[in-house]
C-alpha cells in the first residue's frame, strides 16, 4: 500500500503534466468507479473475481475506500510502463491509422496483463496470511481461486480500455493535448513498479516463522512457501518486465516518435 502510494503522489505529479488535470481526473474516475463496480459486484455475486469479503475499513458498500485508490495508483504505474515497453503507444491513438487501432487495444491489454502481475504476487499474502480479504471458497493459488487473476486481467483493461478511447478520440479528432516528457519522467513510474518485486525479496528474507495458515475451506497452507512462491514469481514477471522498460527508456526508444 505504501508503494500504490508512491504511485498515488507519481500519478498526481507526472500525469498533470502529461495528461493534463482534465484527463488525469478522468483517469482517476474511470479507474476508481470502475473498479469498485466490479469489486462490489463480485462481493455480492462472485463474478468476475470469485466469492470474498473484506475486513478492511471503511468500506463504499462492500469495498474498503483505499481499494478503488490502490487501483488508481498502481494502475497509472502500470499503465506508463506498459507505454514505455509500446514506446509511447498514448502518442499514437489516432484511429485513423492502423498503428494507432492496434496501439488502442495493444497498450490497455498489455497494462492490464502488467497490473495483474503485481496481483499474482501478492493476492495471497493480502487474503491467506494477513486476512485483508478472505476467499469464501479457497483456491488452488495459496486459497486464491484462478478466476481471482482472470478477473483481475478483465477489470483493470476494461478501464484502461475506456481512458485509451479518449485519449483516441481526442487525437482521431485533432485535438492532441498529450505532453512530452523528459526521459526521467519515463523511468520513475517503471521504478516504482519495479519497486514491488523488489519489496517481496526483502519480505521473504525477512520472514523467518515456519508456520501454516488454514483457509476457510479447511486447506493447510506453509506460510514460508507463500512468500517465497511471490519473490520468484515477481523475479521472473514485474523485475523482467521493468528491466525491458527501462533498457527502452535507456536506448532511447522512446524519443523516436
Known amino acids: 500500500m505504501l508503494i500504490a502510494l508512491v504511485g498515488v503522489v507519481l500519478a498526481f505529479s ?41 475486513t478492511i475499513m471503511p468500506q463504499l458498500f462492500y ?9 488508481f495508483g498502481i494502475g497509472f504505474v502500470s499503465w506508463m510502463t506498459a507505454n514505455a515497453i509500446l514506446d509511447r503507444a498514448d502518442e499514437r491513438l489516432n484511429l485513423r491509422t492502423r498503428a494507432g487501432r492496434v496501439n488502442v487495444v495493444a497498450l490497455p491489454v498489455l497494462a492490464g496483463a502488467v497490473m495483474t502481475m503485481f ?24 486459497g486464491v481461486p484462478f478466476t481471482n487473476y482472470l478477473g483481475w486481467w478483465f477489470v483493470t483493461w476494461t478501464f484502461f ?13 485533432g485535438t492532441e493535448e498529450t505532453t512530452d516528457l523528459p526521459q ?17 525479496v526483502s519480505a521473504f528474507l525477512g520472514f523467518t516463522e515456519g508456520e501454516t495458515v488454514v483457509d476457510l475451506t479447511g486447506m493447510a497452507w ?26 527502452k527508456i535507456a536506448r532511447g526508444d522512446l524519443s523516436r516518435i
Request: neutral net charge; hydrophobic residues 50%.
Open 161 to 173: 480500455q475506456i481512458f485509451a478511447l479518449i485519449l483516441a478520440r481526442r487525437q482521431t479528432s
Open 184 to 200: 526521467i519522467s519515463h523511468l520513475q513510474p517503471v521504478l516504482v513498479y519495479m519497486m514491488f518485486g523488489i519489496t517481496s
Open 119 to 142: 496481483d499474482v504476487g501478492i493476492d495471497s499474502i493480502s487474503s491467506t496470511v494477513r486476512h485483508s480479504w478472505v476467499w469464501e471458497d479457497g483456491g488452488g493459488v495459496f
Open 63 to 71: 469495498v474498503p475506500v483505499v481499494i478503488g485508490v490502490a487501483y
Open 14 to 54: 507526472q500525469g498533470t503534466r502529461r495528461y493534463g488535470w482534465g484527463r488525469l481526473f478522468a483517469f482517476f474516475v474511470i479507474s476508481y468507479v470502475v473498479s469498485s463496480i466490479w469489486e462490489n459486484l463480485s462481493v455480492m455475486t462472485g463474478f468476475p473475481f470469485g466469492n470474498y469479503y473484506y
Open 222 to 247: 506453509s506460510t514460508p512457501a507463500i512468500f517465497e512462491t511471490l519473490m520468484i514469481f515477481n523475479i521472473f514477471s514485474i523485475i523482467p518486465v521493468s528491466l525491458f522498460a527501462i533498457a
